[in-house]
């Protein structure tokens, strides 16, 4: 039978191996699971098999006591419940502990998305008569037309597109993969860029790079001057610059085809999120958007609908 600590070790290495969870996700499984660990030595218990209710109960408030918030305890109760699990499907547990136990709950804020206006306004914004201008447009229509996280666009090589299927092969959070399909616009601005911006900006650097985005300096993109070049394109489209970031084109990206009639595993899949749950937010997103309708198109809503002349 192992050890309370041997259990553990061996689902962090099954999480790092076999289901591939980045680095940064297993450390935080490694540090909130060691807080369990020492609650249960303290408690006598050596071995995962012993573990019952009560225990994960006594933790709980353990937690709760310390003064820790909502959302620490509820990160922390889920990494406890995902080593059950483990146990469970390995054999080491013959009953659930945390069965019928809710966690925490807190208020989940919104991501912060634009209007279909905003967007279009934005990617004009990047004017195509420059090599700048070219990589900046096409740079945005990936964004926004794949939804891509910052870290994996600016991390595309040339050999990621395959313009003949229109797709993109990304490497996401622990480098898993996943091929996401480009629309037109996407598929144009690469194509422009590729054929006419990139190889202007190449001269410019002194090594070969097979990245795809470059700087203006020929070497390859960095999160932060892509922030910084959002900003600026933001700034022309007259968007303030408090509701611009790299992550808000993905939440458009996926609220938009949500709102299109896409259904959620699809979504789930062109973001590479491994748990449906992170998905969902956007149907939240969706249904904010559709109160806004309500509330300024409807004569009972409030809004212009709803004044008379």
Known sequence: MASVHGAIDAFLSHAAVERGLAPKTIEAYASDLARFASWLEDAGIAAPGSLRREHVIGFAQALEAEGLSARSRTRILIATRRWIRFLLATGELAIDPMEGIVTPRFGQSLPKVLRPDETAALLEAAAPDTALG?????????????????????????????????????????????????????????????????????????????????????????????????????????????????HVLRHAFATDLLEGGADLRSVQAMLGHADLSTTQIYTHVSRARLRDVVETRHPRGGGEAGRKP
């Open 134 to 246: 070219l990589r900046d447009r096409a740079m945005l229509e990936v964004l926004y037309g794949a939804g891509l996280r910052v870290t994996e666009l600016v991390a595309l090589p040339l050999g990621a597109l395959d313009s003949r299927a229109g797709v993109l092969r990304v490497f996401g959070k622990g480098r898993r993969e996943r091929l996401v399909p480009l629309g037109e616009p996407a598929l144009a601005a690469i194509g422009a860029y590729l054929e006419r911006g990139r190889p202007a900006l190449l001269r410019t650097g002194r090594l070969e790079t097979d990245a795809m985005f470059l700087s203006r300096r020929g070497g390859a993109m960095t999160r932060q001057n892509f922030f910084s070049r959002l900003r600026r394109l933001a700034g022309i489209a007259g968007i303030p610059s408090d509701r611009i970031s790299p």
